[in-house]
């Protein structure tokens, strides 16, 4: 499987960005897959920030993140879609989405289950 993530650049506070991961591969099956997005900042873990399970569209998001991001799927291809507003300098980040089959719902924020990445995306927000 792999993932492509794009979208990233810089805002300024309480902008606006689309984040794209495409997924491919002979392997990919949208009805398995649970694709999330994830950050890191410098120095600090991977955190979770959105995930959605494909066969039935449930999200979860991170706690840092509810209510200013919404995560989406593709109707017709195989792309998900990091909706971000509002965003603050604590969002600045390399985003990375990633994807795994499988996944029960309780397991979507868990980044150690996930093991197929994109190369990340670099998210700065400027205050």
């Known amino acids: 499987v792999q993932l492509q993530a794009s979208g990233g650049g810089l805002v300024q506070a309480g902008g606006s960005l689309r984040l794209s991961c495409a997924a491919s591969g002979p392997n990919f099956s949208r009805s398995r897959y649970t694709v999330g997005w994830f950050r890191q900042a410098p120095g600090k873990e991977r955190e979770f920030v959105a995930g959605i399970r494909w066969r039935d569209g449930i999200t979860r998001y991170g706690d840092s993140v509810k209510g200013r991001f919404t995560i989406s799927k593709d109707s017709v291809g195989n792309t998900v879609y990091l909706q971000m507003s509002s965003l603050k300098a604590e969002d600045t980040a390399v985003y990375y989405c990633?994807?795994?089959?499988?996944?029960?719902?309780?397991?979507?924020?868990?980044?150690?289950?996930?093991?197929?990445w994109g190369q990340g995306t670099q998210v700065t927000v400027s205050s």
């Open positions: 990633g994807a795994q089959p499988d996944m029960i719902v309780s397991s979507i924020p868990q980044v150690r289950l996930y093991n197929n």
